[in-house]
């Protein structure tokens, strides 16, 4: 029985907060005191920020922040960063407030899109918002949930553009993941959007705890004694996890070789995938996250696990499995769950084994997530994908690896990836404790896991860049100059802002420093800086002439590689690729041309001038035949046999370039010498000395130079890049200047609804006609070419153009490339970078399916997955519906809409 104090306080919740006690009552636990915190802000009707671990429950702040506008009438918008999230959250608010009161709107989907409460992707509310949408009216609240989603380098913008450009009057709800910089962001979205209440928890509801997994079985990663929930900066490791690694160390030979009785035998390997879900299993872990970070290894996990026998299922669960599958998969067409595999992937399923990535369609992903919800899955192996947002907690959560592919190269898992990935561990009301296992694999450092796991920093930083698209519907919105004052309030700018308070005082100790320097560095023999000076130009100059000479034999290189021809033989100087190889596919560009070749081994790879240190020769040629398919192993170690048959008859390579007469040096260099020969100081008995204190000074002095070079770049940076991009846009003809401001033309209007990375090239290929000739199917080819992300293996793939080369869309592909150069030239002139380059990979099978063929038929031949299949399609078709309401001709406007319904069907439809 309550106190009377405690029903005094109730009441006064009730009357302060009556729709608060109401929404807590409707929930079948207690509020914990971070949500009610953060949800008695959102009744006050203030802006929210709220920080905590994945898990934690902050979602249930933004449903709050719905009942609440909902109960006042007002309308609200629940925002995620991916449709899955958004079709998921679209199904539970159905749930509570009934179909006719939610709508959903992502990039393909409008369903009831008038209606209360609306979920919808972010980039959708910045669509609305330049559109000055009338959808906005009435609008009391927006959820921005897994707000972290800023730092993303490509749509981080749009967090951002969101934040800044709503009404006043309407409030921001922002759901994060753990920050290490939480308060910074807070203080940020007070001063851009008002008074905004920050919340942040560390408190996980589930506690964690972290163990390894190695062959002798599973262990806890820390002490005895140490408290994983707390365990310090370095934290105690494990003795007898370390002692079992440090005897499986000593036993190694060179290179990892277990030495035995003196031989070297096989390297220790990790478990094998079976044995790790058969112990997972064993100890009550079960079900269980398994993150692999790459596709092939997560359906090589299934497809291992699967193979040996093991099943983790009851005869019941299966019949419910496969209930749920046929009822899901039902409007697909037979054919194309054909090419999907189906009966592999089922089989897979009912035996409680499943894979979640990118490359899967977003059917089969569903229905992976909602058999892992209902307990029917036991295992998932997934890439990291899954860590972002979808609502799939497990009771454990594997790492086979701490290192991961980030497109450009391997690199270690940060402490940020490490708690976002073992967030998933614990399901709230289900688990008492939560599980995060890092299974052995080669190179694992039990310490360095240990201090990984005890770091839980997260730091958000901005990717705020302006776009083309973004300046061109800021000058028509609020003018260039408000513009300006706009950009300068994105959290990119605040960041900047402040670290030029610490640049400044650095500078100043540099300065300092210099000072003291100049004192130790005083001669007697005359003004030694002087000298100094002298012999720091010289060198300048000895190195730029070197470079010179360097940048002459790049120069040369590229001409060689871009004049090969099919069939030349090359010897390659020295480097990991030395030996003799046969072009394939020449490169005519003379910008980094990269033909690909194949060695006398049958090897395959691209020609580089940055690999080709040692240069290269034309040395003979061999007969390369007309039908060769440089993609075919057995084709390649033929061709490699034909070209070490022939090797006795190529010439030896030139020495051109090596033999060369030494460069002259030029009369500047000369003058120096003499000058500095001359100087009193040179024959300083101390010179040396007094050099070394005059070489810290120059190197202070750059540091110096290049901390107040940071300064400057920081202010006022992203307003430079608006003032930038609007000189592009001018220079095109999609703005002009009206006396001293900016004014958006006609086809800056068509601008304003471009939204692309590429968006300035699309509306130039729009512009120019580039593709006014193109049927339906042909026009949805050449807007893949800016839409895909070109991978590293379509470099060793010639692409297929339907028609041709020559036919129409090969003319049009090849005038997107020139229309592309363009802008991409004055892009670099105008210090903005290079865009990215047109991407031919799936031109081929984008039109095969705009002309209506199966996907069996149009993925033929290629690596291309099916769930990227489907996610490209989305996308171009995403494209299409810009192009078809900006194009400036009716005829391509119908051909655009007829490309969308040709390609909206079957798996690409769902």
């Not at 390649?636 to 034909?642: S, T």
Request: proline share 5%; hydrophobic share 40%.
């Amino acid at each position: 029985m309550s106190t009377p104090a405690e029903r005094y306080a109730a009441s006064r919740r009730r009357n302060r907060h009556g729709d608060l006690v109401e929404f807590e009552e409707s929930l079948s636990f207690p509020l914990d005191p971070f949500q009610r915190e953060a949800c008695e802000a959102v009744a006050e009707g203030r802006s929210v920020l709220v920080a905590a671990p994945t898990g934690a429950g902050k979602t249930l702040v933004g449903e709050y922040a719905i009942r609440h506008a909902y109960n006042h009438n007002l309308k609200a918008f629940y925002t995620t960063p991916i449709k899955a999230l958004s079709n998921q959250k679209y199904q539970d608010l159905r749930a509570v407030y009934g179909d006719s009161a939610v709508g959903l709107l992502t990039g393909d989907t409008s369903v009831n899109p008038d209606a209360d409460i609306v979920v919808m992707t972010t980039e959708v509310v910045r669509n609305m918002i330049y559109a000055g949408s009338s959808t906005l009216d009435r609008l009391g609240v927006v959820v921005l949930d897994e707000v972290h989603y800023l730092a993303d380098r490509f749509r981080g913008s749009v967090w951002e553009e969101v934040i800044i450009h709503l009404d006043q009057m309407t409030s921001v709800i922002a759901l994060s993941a753990t920050v290490s910089n939480a308060e910074e962001f807070g203080a940020w979205l007070s001063e851009v959007r008002g008074d905004t209440k920050v919340v942040v928890s560390e408190h996980r509801p589930v506690p964690l705890w972290p163990h390894v997994l190695i062959r002798e079985g599973m262990f806890d990663l820390y002490a005895p004694g140490v408290n994983a929930q707390e365990p310090g900066p370095n934290p105690r490791i494990n003795p007898e996890v370390e002692a079992i690694l440090r005897r499986h160390a000593q036993s190694e030979g060179p290179r990892g070789k277990h030495v035995v009785g003196g031989r070297r035998g096989r390297a220790r390997r990790s478990p094998p995938r079976f044995a790790v879900v058969d112990q997972l299993d064993r100890q009550g872990l079960l079900p269980a996250i398994v993150f692999v970070f790459s596709r092939a290894g997560c359906e090589d996990a299934v497809d291992q696990v699967r193979a040996s026998g093991l099943t983790l299922t009851t005869d019941d669960e299966r019949r419910e499995i496969a209930a749920l599958i046929e009822e899901r998969v039902g409007g697909v067409p037979s054919e194309d769950l054909g090419a999907l595999g189906f009966l592999h992937w089922r089989d897979h399923l009912e035996a409680g084994i499943a894979a979640h990535h990118a490359g899967m369609i977003p059917l089969f992903k569903e229905i992976v997530e909602e058999l892992f919800r209902r307990g029917l899955i036991k295992v998932v192996y997934a890439t990291e994908t899954l860590a972002l947002g979808i609502n799939m907690p497990a009771r454990s959560v594997v790492l086979e690896k701490l290192v991961k592919w980030d497109g450009q190269g391997h690199k270690d898992l940060t402490a940020g990836e490490y708690t976002q990935l073992t967030g998933r561990a614990g399901r709230r009301g289900i688990d008492v404790e939560g599980h995060a296992v890092v299974v052995e694999h080669p190179g694992l450092d039990v310490r360095q896991l240990g201090s990984l796991a005890s770091r839980r920093t997260y730091p958000l930083m901005s990717s705020f860049q302006p776009s083309y698209n973004m300046a061109v519907n800021l000058v028509h919105t609020v003018g260039a100059e408000r513009a300006r004052e706009v950009l300068e309030m994105s959290f990119a700018q605040f960041q900047a802002d402040q670290s030029v308070v610490g640049k400044a005082r650095r500078a100043q100790e540099l300065e300092r420093t210099l000072e003291g320097y100049g004192e130790a560095v005083e001669c007697d023999r005359g003004d030694f800086m002087e000298y100094a000076r002298l012999r720091h130009d010289l060198n300048r100059l000895q190195k730029g002439q070197s470079k010179a000479v360097q940048r002459k034999k790049r120069e040369a290189t590229a001409e060689t590689l871009a004049g090969l021809s099919r069939g030349d033989v090359v010897r390659i100087g020295g480097g990991r690729r030395a030996g003799v190889a046969v072009v394939v596919v020449p490169d005519d560009r003379l910008e980094q041309p990269r033909p690909v070749v194949i060695t006398d081994e049958g090897r395959q790879f691209r020609l580089a001038i940055n690999e080709l240190h040692h240069g290269l020769d034309v040395v003979g040629a061999v007969k390369v035949p007309r039908r060769f398919d440089h993609r075919d192993a057995r084709q390649r170690r033929e061709l490699g046999q034909v070209v070490a048959q022939a090797k006795g008859t190529f010439e030896a390579p030139s020495r051109r370039g090596q033999s060369a007469a030494p460069h002259t040096p030029d009369a500047e260099i000369t003058r120096l010498r003499q000058r500095m020969q001359g100087h009193p100081c040179h024959a300083c008995p101390e010179r040396e000395d007094h050099a070394r204190w005059a070489e810290r000074y120059f190197r202070t002095m750059r540091d110096k130079d290049r901390v107040v070079g940071e300064i400057q770049r920081a202010t006022g940076s992203i307003a430079r890049v608006f003032d930038r991009r609007c000189d592009v846009l001018a220079s095109l003809g999609y703005l002009v200047r009206d006396t001293a401001e900016w004014e958006v033309t006609p086809e800056g209007e068509m601008m304003r609804r471009l939204y692309s990375e590429n968006d300035l090239v699309i509306a130039e290929c729009l512009r120019t006609g580039a593709w006014n000739e193109l049927q339906a199917p042909a026009l949805a080819a050449a807007a893949s070419t800016l839409i895909y992300n070109a991978r590293r293996e379509d470099e060793l793939r010639t692409p297929r153009i339907p028609g041709g080369q020559h036919g129409a869309l090969g003319r049009a592909l090849q005038e997107t490339v020139r229309v592309w150069s363009r802008v991409s030239d004055l892009q670099e002139e105008h210090r903005l970078g290079e865009l990215p380059a047109p991407a031919w990979g799936i031109v081929g099978p984008i039109h095969g399916w705009a002309q209506g063929k199966s996907l069996d038929t149009v993925l033929a031949g290629s690596d291309i997955a099916p769930g990227d299949m489907v996610r490209w399609c989305k996308q171009v078709i995403d494209a299409l519906d810009q192009i078809a309401d900006v194009a400036p001709t009716e005829t391509l406007r119908t051909r655009a809409r007829s490309a969308i319904t040709a390609m909206r069907r079957g798996v690409v439809a769902y």
